[in-house]
């Protein structure tokens, strides 16, 4: 019987009711009394130096509160990063400044060059059109291997080239690498490119300042997945206002799959113009600007090596990255290249020599930053792919092929840096071949090729470290923050309960399923629960989601704020019933003495905290709230294996998904309605890369997919339902309640397999085609089989 | 420009620019802010409303447009009381939702499909949604909550 409550049940989300009502609270629908709006004029140029900016003529015209250039923000500081990078000789990654507004040169389409705050939005953008710019254009840099040509023009003037870093991991296993490439018996190649995506929340970013001068308090509403990181970033680094005069309140957020992690310009500019015009300020984002404000996802161009011996035993994988980080260094830019990539190449598989290298570029394009997945889907799609290009090099099946070269003992020490602390990927690979019916491959193949379509079947695993992670690695490896996560229950005087996390939801269901936990630990019903976020005057920290980590750290420090609530309630409970206090059972919400009938009520107990006229008060204070703040001791490794089914329209090259199935290992699972959501939207996000989206640039750094109309987001009508199973758990063994996180699987695992179908399809049909870069399109399948 | 104009039941009356779209005066006008707008292009459906029982992006209308008609919005779907309708139920039964800014679009939009085509199929309704955009569910439990709102069984599709 699967369980109506508590941990494991699939409970109705509570915030849909808001949601499905027009009644949720996003940032846009929230307006400051007295508030003027803001039109940031951004540059239409990739690359140019900034010559006078006048506003003259602009700032006379109806409705113009003020105008701010680049000028205004001299002596304000730069937005941060907050990764720093050592490469491979041991020194740090070249870091450049990043103004507010523009000064002395833009480096994208997009820059922002001057705001106008106005009396309404239509005069803002109506003022902005009037400033006067004087640009000289100068060369763009587009290509990343022209980036790194001798004598390529610097996208930052003060920096010695674009190379961002150059990065070796592990670099004391160079020649050793090399040496077992060198002594292989086989030894297949792959050039790919993972192709630019843009995240695209369907909620656009939107920023509200607002500044009291009576009690000199900042207050900055905005789209984020992590108010107090921005608090901490923009207070610290840009502004210089203390964090007990900043309040940033991330309401209800519209999607953020990493783009809303990152601290933005405009955020800063909300804040900063609000106290200087001395009224609350507010940007909304329209859709065209977020194309080319939005921080963008992967973008790398990669060569991986994968040598096998006599027995096609994995014996090697060498990379070679070229990751675009744009114009500027987005707030954790750096480590998804590199740490979020580097530590996942090992994937499923017992290979012992590894070495990933990865040159960071900068380019006159919008800054590139974690997208969902965020490394890992690069990792997973090299690796996944060069596995099924070297398994038809050498004639033998794809899946078998795997299977040999899996890990199957835990914990398993990979080399490169990470230990897998659970899993069992013949177990996902069993559940796959069952769900996706594989089996019935061959007869489907057949009736497809009957209408005269190619059908391919295209399988792969993926492994994915979440839960991000313990802080004093993070910190060795450049993370300028900690990576912990915090909680505070307070327990009201007739029992309710009231959780505020440091964790943020967008879409994750969080309000759902955190009471889940802390009802199941008590023993009361879900509503007595409530969950507070995203503002930091009501949640004392949190470093927010992303990652997946928001159970995995999130909930573990719920639950042992929640293990401080039960010990002292346990406490009030055995000076109530005159027991000794190890006597003392909680169960379905009542405390009793063991091996007795005597019990008292969860709500008699916590009213005797707030009401303690029997209470100890010799021993405990009155009062029931607890803190606590979780530390992982090493990341979650959530795996799986993916199957897809395409059917090739030899005649066009469309591809159609016909099936897609998932079998996932998430450890334990706290609400399987809403994993599963996470998984298909995940899937849908990577079946969109591996066939319809891409970020495209022209020669001259012109944004050619800057709208919906150019650029391809998947339709309902371009996916089909998806099979999706995550029965084979194997608990993750460091966390209290054993999850592993399920955010990103969906989006990490599918683009191999769908890519792997179309190439199946393609050589059934008798095609000797080894890759196509994504996203698949009609074209591009076209050319390869007509080639 | 004074329009005068019933949104979900109400006679309402506003002073609109000629160039105001019906999705900014919902929102900033009325304070209607279940209507969400997600792009300006008229492409992502977060907006879709209903004008004289039509569902309508409201990005792509001007509000003197809509002088004299009858507006709906996700704001006039559940009853008085706050019950949910059968298709914002179905939503929520069957988890057609995550971030819920598509959500008041493809409610509409659900909503004028079944008004037109009680039981579609699958593939129906996936071609309906062809203007709404959904960046989280993947569209898998959206099909599925039309489907069950429709009031065809859809347990033999995996929920979980
Ligand atoms: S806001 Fe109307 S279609 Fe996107
Ligand atoms: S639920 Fe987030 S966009 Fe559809």
Redesign the interface.
């Known amino acids: 019987m699967p369980k109506d409550s508590g941990i494991g049940a ?1 409970s ?2 509570r ?10 609270n ?1 940032t ?2 929230i ?1 400051r009394p007295g508030q003027a709006y803001v039109h940031f004029l951004r540059s239409d140029v990739a690359h140019g130096r900034l010559g006078a900016v006048d506003t003259t003529a602009a700032a006379a015209m109806p409705g113009v509160v003020r105008i701010f250039t680049g000028a205004d923000f001299e002596g304000v500081g730069s937005i941060p990063c907050g990764w720093q990078v050592t490469d491979r000789f041991g020194e740090p990654m070249q870091e450049p400044t990043h103004p507010v507004l523009a000064q002395g040169k833009v480096r994208h389409v997009g820059d922002p060059i001057a705001a106008v705050v106005a009396e309404t939005y ?1 005069q803002a953008r109506d003022a902005a059109e009037a400033i006067e710019v004087e640009i000289e254009e100068l060369p763009a840099v587009v290509d990343m291997k022209a980036a790194l040509a001798d004598g390529a023009t610097k996208v930052h003037e003060d920096l010695t080239s674009n190379l961002c870093y150059d990065w070796g991991f592990i670099e004391d296993n160079r020649d050793s690498v090399d040496a077992a490439i060198k002594g292989a018996a086989h030894v297949t190649v792959l050039d790919l490119v993972n192709q630019r995506m843009v995240a ?5 970013r939107v920023a509200v300042g607002d500044y009291d001068r009576g009690t000199g308090d900042h207050t900055l509403y905005t789209t984020s997945q992590n108010p107090h990181v921005i608090r901490l970033l923009m207070g610290a680094f840009v502004l210089g206002i203390p964090e007990h005069k900043l309040r940033v309140v991330a309401p ?4 953020g ?1 990493g783009t809303k992690i990152f601290h933005y310009a405009e955020e800063a500019f909300c804040t900063f113009a609000a106290k200087a015009v001395n009224r609350p300020v507010k940007w909304t984002s ?3 600007e977020a194309f080319m404000s939005d921080a963008h996802g992967r973008d790398h161009v990669t060569r991986i090596e994968l040598a096998l011996d006599a027995d096609n035993n994995f014996v090697a994988i060498r990379t070679d990255t070229l990751a675009n980080m744009g114009a500027y260094l987005s707030t954790f830019a750096p480590s998804v290249p590199s740490y979020l990539h580097g530590t996942l190449m090992a994937g499923n598989y017992k290979t012992p020599n590894i070495y990933v290298n990865v040159r960071a570029v900068f380019t006159n394009t919008v800054p590139v930053d974690a997208y969902r997945g965020a490394g890992r889907p690069e990792a997973t799609f090299q690796l996944e792919r060069v596995i099924d290009k070297a398994a038809r090099e050498l004639g033998v099946d794809p899946i078998a092929l795997r299977r040999q070269n899996f890990v199957t003992e835990f914990p398993y020490a990979t080399p490169v840096a990470v230990e897998y602390d659970t899993g069992d990927y013949n177990a996902t690979m069993d559940k796959l071949e069952q769900i996706a019916d594989l089996a019935g491959f061959p007869e489907r193949r057949k009736a497809s090729e009957a209408k005269g379509k190619l059908r391919g079947l295209g399988v792969n695993c993926y492994i994915e470290a979440c839960g991000l992670a313990p802080s004093n690695l993070a910190g060795q490896l450049g993370a300028r923050a900690g990576l912990y996560e915090s909680a505070t229950v307070r327990v009201n005087a007739t029992g309710g309960l009231v959780v505020m996390t440091g964790s943020h939801s ?4 969080h309000e759902t399923a955190f009471p889940q936990v802390v009802a199941e630990m008590i023993g009361i019903p879900e509503d007595m629960i409530e969950i507070v976020h995203g503002d930091t005057a009501k949640v004392p920290m949190g470093m927010g989601t992303y990652g997946s980590r928001s159970l995995a750290v999130g909930g573990s420090a719920i639950v042992r704020a929640t293990e401080k609530i039960i010990n002292k309630a346990k406490k009030i409970a055995a000076h109530l019933l005159e027991a000794a206090e190890a006597d003392i059972e909680l169960k379905e919400g009542a405390f009793s003495v063991a091996g007795t009938d005597k019990s008292v009520a969860w709500g008699d107990v916590t009213l005797a905290a707030y009401v303690p006229h029997n209470y100890p008060l010799d021993d405990i204070e009155p009062g029931l709230e607890e803190t606590a703040f979780y530390d992982p001791a090493n990341f979650t490794y959530p795996a799986g294996a993916y199957g897809c089914e395409v059917e090739v329209d030899p005649e066009t090259g469309k591809v159609t998904i016909e099936r897609f199935s998932a079998a996932d290992d998430f450890g334990n699972i706290v609400n ?6 996470q998984v ?6 990577g ?1 969109g890369q591996a066939l319809l989206e891409h970020c495209v640039y022209d020669e001259d750094g012109q944004l050619l997919s800057a ?3 150019d650029y391809a ?5 371009d ?1 089909p ?4 199973d ?1 029965s084979c758990a194997t608990p993750c063994t460091h966390n209290p309640l054993g999850v592993k996180g399920c955010g990103e699987a ?1 989006a990490i695992g599918s683009p191999p397999a769908v890519v792997n179908a179309v190439i199946d399809a393609l050589q059934s049909g008798g095609k000797d085609v080894t890759h196509i870069d994504m996203p698949l399109s009609p074209a591009r399948v076209w050319a390869a089989l007509n080639g | 420009m004074r329009i005068e104009l019933a949104v979900n039941g109400i006679e309402c009356v506003g002073d609109v ?1 000629g ?1 105001t779209l019906l999705s900014g005066f919902l ?2 006008g009325l304070g ?10 008229s ?2 459906g ?1 907006c879709v409303v209903h004008v004289d029982g039509v569902a309508v992006k409201s990005c792509t209308m001007f509000a003197l447009e809509a002088d004299g008609c009858s507006v709906e ?3 006039g ?2 009853a008085a009381d ?1 019950t ?1 309708n059968a298709i ?1 139920q179905a ?3 069957h ?1 057609g ?8 679009g493809m ?1 509409m939009s659900a909503a004028a499909l079944l008004k037109e085509n009680p039981e579609p199929t ?2 129906e ?3 309906y ?2 203007g ?13 909550a039309i489907l069950a709102a429709s009031g065809q069984d859809v347990s033999a ?4």
Do not use: W
């Open positions: 699939s109705k989300r915030e849909d009711v808001r949601f499905l009502s027009g009644t949720g996003y846009d629908d307006n239509e695209n929340p369907m909620e656009p209800d957020v519209g999607g799959f329209s859709r065209s967008h879409g994750q269901g399987p309605m809403i994993v599963s959501g298909h939207g995940g899937i849908g996000q079946i709208s919906y109309m987001m998947p339709r309902a009508d996916v339902f998806y099979a999706v995550h969906g | 620019e160039r929102r900033d209607l802010t279940g209507t969400h707008v997600g792009c300006d292009t492409q992502c977060a919005t996700i704001e779907q559940a706050g949910l914002q939503f929520q039964d988890h939702l995550q971030c819920g800014f598509c959500t008041p409610v699958e593939a309704v996936r071609a949604l062809e709404n955009l959904c960046r989280c569910t993947g569209y898998h439990n959206i099909v599925r599709i995996a929920a979980e």
